[in-house]
């Protein structure tokens, strides 16, 4: 036990190191792109309301960073620190803390001999978690202190993960290969196969015990566009459910709270309640130096939403 109360896999794991190669060897030539070092930077954006009547007010658009370099993977981690992976002139990633009160950046992590990508906060809130590409190529969970002490190795069996979401101190974590899968560790000895072929946005949705995600495998052919449905795993009941389709098109979207849900393509946001059908467009982001949102954030304390965007070339 860590001092999360978060149980440390083993190999004494349900899933046996023969799978574990398996996916390993499948999963090399996803390794390569996963976290593929395009130029990207992260911009604040104003909101008002609450998710039911947000509204974005783009012309307060602003760039929170401005390098050649990839910064990307933002997460909000309490009310007014945000966390990123930001690469270096080496494409080496390090975990970036970002403080809106102080307008400071600050270095959780930095490695000169792995990358760290997918930064969240513990449900303890004691660790800063990352996605560590290690020395050997090892893709596995580990955790920093947020009293920037050493990291931890959490799951030494579970590997190749890709990307992630906590429930009751547990993760539910993407593994690569071909086809992906999406498992939760429940404890020692117990691990919960959800889903396969799923895409990389693995959300928990919040104040429930449901754990959200793209399935790449039943695609609902609307018009023309083909887009992916949105499921949900129930960790205490283990119920299933399909809460509609996302946007065409498009890989993330995040949870403004238990109800609603953001996910944007190209320039534009789009909000969805999770029982309804139709995206409304909230939004078109316009700044001349940057364009296509990859991943958003959102605070409801500071009523921002910081978005991933790629540099125009």
């Given at each position: 036990?860590?001092?999360?109360?978060?149980?440390?896999?083993?190999?004494?794991?349900?899933?046996?190191?023969?799978?574990?190669?398996?996916?390993?060897?499948?999963?090399l030539?996803?390794?390569?792109?996963?976290?593929?070092?395009?130029?990207?930077?992260?911009?604040?954006?104003?909101?008002?309301?609450?998710?039911?009547?947000?509204?974005?007010?783009?012309?307060s658009?602003r760039?929170?960073?401005?390098?050649?370099?990839?910064?990307?993977?933002?997460?909000?981690i309490n009310?007014?620190?945000?966390?990123?992976?930001?690469?270096d002139?080496q494409e080496?990633?390090?975990?970036?803390?970002?403080?809106?009160?102080?307008?400071k950046f600050?270095n959780?992590?930095?490695?000169?001999?792995?990358?760290?990508f997918s930064?969240?906060?513990?449900?303890?809130?004691m660790?800063?978690?990352?996605?560590?590409?290690?020395?050997?190529?090892?893709?596995?969970?580990?955790?920093?202190?947020t009293?920037?002490?050493?990291?931890?190795?959490?799951?030494?069996?579970?590997?190749?993960?890709?990307?992630?979401d906590?429930?009751?101190n547990k993760?539910?974590m993407?593994?690569?290969?071909?086809?992906?899968?999406?498992?939760?560790?429940?404890?020692r000895?117990?691990?919960v196969?959800?889903?396969?072929?799923?895409?990389r946005?693995?959300?928990?949705?919040?104040?429930?015990?449901?754990?959200?995600?793209?399935?790449?495998?039943?695609?609902?052919?609307?018009?023309?566009?083909?887009?992916?449905k949105?499921?949900?795993f129930?960790i205490e009941?283990?119920?299933r459910?399909?809460i509609?389709?996302?946007?065409e098109?498009?890989?993330?979207?995040?949870?403004?709270?238990?109800?609603?849900?953001?996910?944007?393509k190209?320039?534009n946001?789009?909000k969805?309640?999770?029982?309804?059908?139709?995206w409304?467009?909230?939004?078109?982001?316009?700044?001349?130096?940057?364009?296509?949102?990859?991943?958003?954030?959102?605070?409801?304390d500071?009523n921002?939403?910081?978005?991933?965007?790629e540099?125009?070339?």
């Open positions: 036990m860590n001092r999360c109360g978060q149980l440390v896999i083993t190999s004494n794991a349900t899933i046996s190191m023969k799978l574990l190669f398996t996916f390993f060897l499948s999963a030539s996803f390794c390569s792109s996963i976290y593929a070092q395009t130029s990207t930077d992260l911009m604040v954006i104003k909101t008002d309301g609450k998710p039911k009547h947000l509204t974005i007010e783009s012309e658009i760039l929170l960073t401005d390098r050649p370099e990839y910064d990307n993977q933002p997460k909000f009310e007014y620190q945000l966390v990123f992976s930001a690469a002139d080496n990633n390090d975990i970036i803390v970002y403080n809106f009160t102080t307008d600050t959780l992590t930095k490695t000169s001999d792995r990358s760290e930064p969240s906060i513990t449900d303890c809130g660790y800063i978690s990352a996605v560590v590409t290690e020395p050997d190529k090892k893709q596995r969970i580990w955790l920093y202190p009293s920037f002490e050493p990291g931890e190795l959490l799951y030494d069996d579970i590997q190749p993960v890709g990307y992630y906590w429930y009751d993760a539910a993407f593994l690569l290969g071909d086809p992906t899968k999406l498992i939760y560790a429940r404890g000895n117990d691990i196969e959800i889903d396969t072929a799923v895409g946005s693995i959300q928990k949705r919040p104040d429930t015990s449901e754990i959200t995600y793209l399935s790449m495998n039943d695609s609902k052919l609307i018009g023309e566009d083909n887009p992916s949105i499921k949900t129930d009941t283990s119920k459910a399909d509609g389709v996302g946007i098109g498009a890989q993330d979207f995040i949870w403004l709270d238990k109800n609603y849900l953001l996910m944007a190209g320039s946001i789009y969805r309640k999770y029982n309804e059908q139709v409304e467009l909230l939004s078109t982001v316009s700044i001349d130096t940057h364009q296509n949102i990859s991943r958003m954030a959102y605070s409801p500071l921002v939403l910081v978005l991933a965007m540099r125009k070339k």
